[in-house]
């Protein structure tokens, strides 16, 4: 694999910007460092959703199931004596296994079965756990470990900067480019002998092992879980509108829809709790009708305008 | 005995529901997932005329039903036909629409908590015993599975024998043929997705005689209803009444000897089995 100058530049700016951002809990300010996590970790959830769904079309919105389950497993590893550490991987193995008997079910069929279905899949799985938990008479779970919110940011940052990697390579790789061949016509890539199934499948295993590893390492934010904390639907519906608000077709797209709607996210659900799904879904509008390519897409089309202007002058 | 006939009354309810969402997603070609919605909202309309005015639901539908069609007529003319009017293809115009109506759906949740509040909404109607071939059931729930056969039976004749209906059929089977032999589509389309929201809406109406609702309770009868769809076959009349009856009887099943918690791990049971063994729905036959 040989590496261009661009790429080079890619590279490095990322790593600053990344280092900056390392710098956060160095202001000492509690609620910068608080919205630096939820920032981070939206970033990293909706860059991995978008991973899949950017090129594929194929909407999930079962992002907040592999994440409540990120989440119980590892509450329930510490329950039971395993390290923290140890419940990452666990986790991610627990995550891509459930993304990938979710895609044998579904995505051999067409997209909207799979919609269907990982729309319910966090109230399936919440179900199943509060009939677990009535069964064993237990309510919720206590983590206690000695985390500290600024080790919670810096491993999301560092988890940010495995998926940006991962993702480049995947868009580097005949995976990679499978998958764009099946978000433009999945037919023709069947043709060209895609096994598109195998593709889908395989990159909505990435992407659920990322989330529930996101779950895993806000577990020990959270200190005490239930199953309605841990498998809150909302989760799903924010990370879609973000990564579609910053646009899939480029890897730092989500990134650009994150940073403003967590902001705009909290400020709302603080003045005016109750409008916030009325806020979801006039969101959900304005990308179809107004954004339908995200800020990307404006972006872009406007330094189409720029070079045009300046070809002209 | 007693479990299949309280479920073959739920599943009859269901069967409306479904139907609603069949006409919106199997003839009008729009997966609308703010059906249940509609449903929520025919229910709080129920609600309100009945704790208000004394009203019996079973009058409430007639309003209910024509405010529901206009509602949803003026939804498809107004966003939707411009999505079906930009989609370059099929795909793009099911992901157009999947947010969109997400999007109306959690624009009506809001709208319905501003105005209504986060509450549980019940009421009291009917709530007599009556008893059935030695078993007693709950009246409101009988009259609502009635009521709902009715509709369905009035539906169904509509569909086979006026030529609306069939015209309505042939656009379920193929909308481009149908356009060739002087079917109006865009304008049917809009008819029968109207159609359906006002199928829902009753539906949702009826239901609220027997069940508890709460402002964000629509997006479960939305997969509930899409469930029975998928496995009935889109497009498909008899196959929508026979899984709704189907996933009624389940689900009556777990809650009785399970856990009433397990209700939906049960439809997606049901969904699973389906997706895996037969696809094209109870009665589809294979295109693929």
């Given at each position: 694999?040989?590496?261009?100058?661009?790429?080079?530049?890619?590279?490095?700016?990322?790593?600053?910007?990344?280092?900056?951002?390392?710098?956060?809990?160095?202001?000492?300010?509690?609620?910068?460092?608080?919205?630096?996590?939820?920032?981070?970790?939206?970033?990293?959830?909706?860059?991995?959703?978008?991973?899949?769904?950017?090129?594929?079309?194929?909407?999930?919105?079962?992002?907040?199931?592999?994440?409540?389950?990120?989440?119980?497993?590892?509450?329930?590893?510490?329950?039971?004596?395993?390290?923290?550490?140890?419940?990452?991987?666990?986790?991610?193995?627990?995550?891509?296994?459930?993304?990938?008997?979710?895609?044998?079910?579904?995505?051999?069929?067409?997209?909207?079965?799979?919609?269907?279905?990982?729309?319910?899949?966090?109230?399936?799985?919440?179900?199943?756990?509060?009939?677990?938990?009535?069964?064993?008479?237990?309510?919720?779970?206590?983590?206690?470990?000695?985390i500290t919110e600024v080790h919670i940011y810096?491993?999301?940052?560092?988890?940010?900067?495995?998926?940006?990697?991962?993702?480049?390579?995947?868009?580097?790789?005949?995976?990679?480019?499978?998958?764009?061949?099946?978000?433009?016509?999945?037919?023709?890539?069947?043709?060209?002998?895609?096994?598109?199934?195998?593709?889908?499948?395989?990159?909505?295993?990435?992407?659920?092992?990322?989330?529930?590893?996101?779950?895993?390492?806000?577990?020990?934010?959270?200190?005490?879980?239930?199953?309605?904390?841990?498998?809150?639907?909302?989760?799903?519906?924010?990370?879609?509108?973000?990564?579609?608000?910053?646009?899939?077709?480029?890897?730092?797209?989500?990134?650009?829809?994150?940073?403003?709607?967590?902001?705009?996210?909290?400020?709302?659900?603080?003045?005016?709790?109750?409008?916030?799904?009325?806020?979801?879904?006039?969101?959900?509008?304005?990308?179809?009708?107004?954004?339908?390519?995200?800020?990307?897409?404006?972006?872009?089309?406007?330094?189409?305008?720029?070079?045009?202007?300046?070809?002209?002058? | 005995?007693?479990?299949?006939?309280?479920?073959?009354?739920?599943?009859?309810?269901?069967?409306?529901?479904?139907?609603?969402?069949?006409?919106?997603?199997?003839?009008?070609?729009?997966?609308?997932?703010?059906?249940?919605?509609?449903?929520?909202?025919?229910?709080?309309?129920?609600?309100?005329?009945?704790?208000?005015?004394?009203?019996?639901?079973?009058?409430?539908?007639?309003?209910?039903?024509?405010?529901?069609?206009?509602?949803?007529?003026?939804?498809?003319?107004?966003?939707?036909?411009?999505?079906?009017?930009?989609?370059?293809?099929?795909?793009?115009?099911?992901?157009?629409?999947?947010?969109?109506?997400?999007?109306?759906?959690?624009?009506?949740?809001?709208?319905?908590?501003?105005?209504?509040?986060?509450?549980?909404?019940?009421?009291?109607?009917?709530?007599?015993?009556?008893?059935?071939?030695?078993?007693?059931?709950?009246?409101?729930?009988?009259?609502?599975?009635?009521?709902?056969?009715?509709?369905?039976?009035?539906?169904?004749?509509?569909?086979?024998?006026?030529?609306?209906?069939?015209?309505?059929?042939?656009?379920?089977?193929?909308?481009?043929?149908?356009?060739?032999?002087?079917?109006?589509?865009?304008?049917?389309?809009?008819?029968?997705?109207?159609?359906?929201?006002?199928?829902?809406?009753?539906?949702?109406?009826?239901?609220?005689?027997?069940?508890?609702?709460?402002?964000?309770?629509?997006?479960?009868?939305?997969?509930?209803?899409?469930?029975?769809?998928?496995?009935?076959?889109?497009?498909?009349?008899r196959g929508t009444i026979v899984a709704a009856?189907?996933?009624?009887?389940?689900?009556?099943?777990?809650?009785?000897?399970?856990?009433?918690?397990?209700?939906?791990?049960?439809?997606?049971?049901?969904?699973?089995?389906?997706?895996?063994?037969?696809?094209?729905?109870?009665?589809?036959?294979?295109?693929?």
């Amino acid at each position: 694999m040989t590496l261009t100058k661009r790429d080079w530049q890619s590279i490095t700016l990322s790593a600053v910007l990344l280092a900056v951002a390392a710098c956060l809990p160095l202001t000492g300010d509690a609620y910068m460092l608080s919205i630096g996590i939820t920032i981070a970790m939206y970033a990293v959830l909706a860059t991995s959703w978008a991973l899949f769904s950017g090129p594929t079309h194929y909407i999930s919105l079962a992002t907040a199931a592999f994440f409540g389950l990120g989440t119980y497993t590892t509450a329930i590893g510490i329950e039971n004596g395993l390290n923290y550490w140890v419940t990452l991987p666990v986790a991610a193995i627990l995550g891509a296994v459930l993304a990938a008997l979710v895609g044998l079910a579904t995505l051999r069929l067409s997209g909207v079965y799979f919609v269907i279905f990982t729309l319910g899949l966090a109230e399936l799985v919440r179900q199943v756990v509060t009939w677990g938990q009535n069964i064993s008479g237990q309510k919720g779970l206590y983590i206690l470990t000695d985390i500290t919110e600024v080790h919670i940011y810096w491993q999301l940052l560092v988890l940010a900067a495995i998926v940006y990697l991962t993702g480049w390579a995947i868009g580097r790789s005949r995976l990679g480019f499978a998958l764009r061949i099946i978000g433009d016509d999945e037919e023709v890539a069947r043709h060209s002998g895609i096994n598109t199934s195998r593709a889908k499948i395989l990159l909505f295993m990435v992407s659920g092992a990322t989330a529930a590893v996101v779950g895993s390492m806000l577990a020990p934010r959270y200190i005490y879980i239930e199953p309605a904390l841990a498998f809150t639907p909302m989760l799903s519906f924010l990370v879609v509108i973000m990564a579609l608000l910053g646009g899939t077709g480029r890897l730092w797209g989500p990134l650009v829809g994150v940073i403003p709607f967590t902001l705009l996210w909290e400020a709302i659900s603080s003045s005016f709790p109750n409008q916030t799904t009325l806020l979801l879904g006039l969101s959900f509008l304005v990308i179809v009708y107004l954004l339908p390519r995200g800020f990307v897409g404006l972006i872009e089309s406007g330094k189409r305008k720029m070079r045009e202007r300046e070809a002209f002058a | 005995m007693d479990i299949l006939i309280t479920g073959l009354l739920l599943g009859g309810t269901y069967a409306l529901i479904a139907m609603g969402l069949n006409l919106q997603y199997g003839m009008a070609r729009i997966m609308n997932l703010a059906n249940g919605e509609f449903l929520v909202a025919g229910g709080f309309a129920a609600f309100w005329f009945y704790t208000a005015g004394q009203v019996s639901p079973l009058l409430t539908i007639f309003t209910v039903a024509p405010l529901a069609f206009l509602l949803n007529w003026l939804v498809y003319v107004v966003m939707l036909r411009p999505l079906v009017k930009r989609a370059k293809s099929h795909g793009q115009l099911e992901v157009d629409a999947i947010l969109t109506t997400f999007g109306l759906a959690f624009v009506s949740v809001g709208i319905m908590l501003a105005l209504f509040g986060g509450d549980y909404f019940s009421y009291s109607y009917l709530a007599r015993p009556i008893t059935l071939i030695g078993d007693t059931y709950a009246l409101n729930r009988v009259t609502a599975a009635v009521a709902a056969v009715i509709i369905c039976g009035g539906l169904w004749l509509w569909l086979n024998r006026t030529r609306a209906g069939m015209s309505i059929r042939a656009i379920a089977v193929d909308p481009k043929s149908a356009r060739l032999v002087g079917i109006d589509v865009p304008k049917l389309s809009a008819l029968a997705f109207a159609l359906g929201g006002a199928v829902t809406a009753v539906g949702g109406a009826l239901i609220s005689t027997f069940l508890t609702l709460d402002a964000s309770t629509g997006v479960m009868f939305t997969l509930k209803a899409l469930v029975i769809v998928i496995m009935g076959g889109v497009g498909d009349v008899r196959g929508t009444i026979v899984a709704a009856l189907l996933l009624g009887i389940l689900e009556t099943f777990v809650a009785t000897l399970i856990d009433p918690g397990l209700t939906l791990a049960a439809a997606y049971l049901l969904f699973v089995l389906i997706l895996l063994f037969r696809p094209q729905g109870l009665f589809g036959r294979r295109t693929i």
